[in-house]
Each structure stands twice: as structure tokens, then as C-alpha cells.
């Protein structure tokens, strides 16, 4: 059963708990974790209309349990990047990944974004993430060998949030 879920921008009180939630996710790393905080710090201290970083938060009973981490790619007219997604290890597979996913897509949408871009490894501990992916309607559009040092490449997914997708597209 899913537990039940309000998702929804943080406060900024809630940095700690989204350094928390990421820290708890087995697949980041300290520097990773070190990252999600100067971004979370970048967020807070920057003004509305020219944040690259936005935030989406789940919460369970009141506490933070996930978050995404998400932003307009510059030099594009309106595709966006997925930088981040966590939720805490102890909960996930509970749906509330999905949720939040679903909900940033809709946020997206309604800021003009057409499409998301998620960059994660080719790891095979990624599995299950990629997968995750898959099952939400993401397409894997491409990947580069030994991106993050050798033997670790990178994959790139992507969904059309109108609708389409690379695998619907007929060739003439």
C-alpha cells in the first residue's frame, strides 16, 4: 500500500532534510550528497527569475521523504534537465518516486517545458533506476562510454511531454 503523500516546492528550513534523504540513497556517493547541498544552498540564496535549480519535495506525515531537483536547459527554448531524484531508502518502491516524477513533469509542463532530459550511469547498481525510468514513459536516447571515469559511462532518457515518443515516431 502507498503511503500517503504531499508533494510540494520546500521551504527553505527544509535543506537538511533533502541533504538527509540523498545521503540515505545507497547509489550517491559523499560527493554527490556535497553537491545536492551547494545546489540546495544555490537555490535558496538565489532570486525567483533566475533560479537554474528548482525543487519538488514528498512528504510523509509532515517529513521531507524525497525530492527532485530539476531546471531549464540553457540554450533551449523549453526543454528541461532532471538533475536529481531521491527518496528515502527506507521507503522506497512505495510509488513515491512515480508521484514525484509525475508532479515535476505536470510543473514543467506548465512553465512551457515539452520535454525532460535525465542523465544517470550505465552502472549495473543503476539497473533498477533506469527501469524506473522506462516504466514512467522515458526513452533511452543515447549513451557515451567511460563518461564518468572509465568503465562508467553515461545514459541519457528522455521524454516528449506531449505525448510523444522517439519509439512512435514512423520513418517515411
Not at 20 to 30: I, M, Y
Not at 149 to 168: R, S
Amino acid at each position: 500500500m502507498e503511503p500517503e503523500i504531499e508533494i510540494h516546492i520546500p521551504s527553505v528550513l527544509d535543506g537538511q532534510d533533502i541533504v538527509r534523504v540523498a545521503g540515505s540513497t545507497p547509489l550517491f556517493t559523499a560527493e554527490e550528497v556535497g553537491t545536492v547541498k551547494e545546489i540546495w544552498q544555490e537555490y535558496i540564496q538565489q532570486d525567483d527569475e533566475e533560479d537554474p535549480y528548482l525543487f519538488l519535495a514528498a512528504y510523509h506525515e509532515g517529513q521531507l521523504v524525497g525530492f527532485t531537483c530539476f531546471g531549464h536547459r540553457s540554450l533551449t527554448q523549453s526543454t528541461y534537465l532532471l538533475y536529481w531524484i531521491a527518496v528515502e531508502n527506507s521507503l522506497r518502491n512505495m510509488g513515491i518516486g512515480r508521484k514525484l516524477l509525475n508532479d515535476t513533469e505536470q510543473i514543467v509542463k506548465r512553465m512551457g517545458g515539452t520535454q525532460i532530459v535525465i542523465e544517470t550511469s550505465d552502472e549495473p547498481t543503476y539497473e533498477p533506476t533506469r527501469k524506473f525510468y522506462t516504466r514512467l514513459g522515458y526513452t533511452e536516447a543515447g549513451a557515451i562510454p567511460d563518461f564518468y571515469k572509465a568503465g562508467e559511462g553515461l545514459v541519457i532518457y528522455f521524454k516528449d511531454l506531449n505525448g510523444l515518443n522517439i519509439k512512435n515516431l514512423s520513418t517515411p
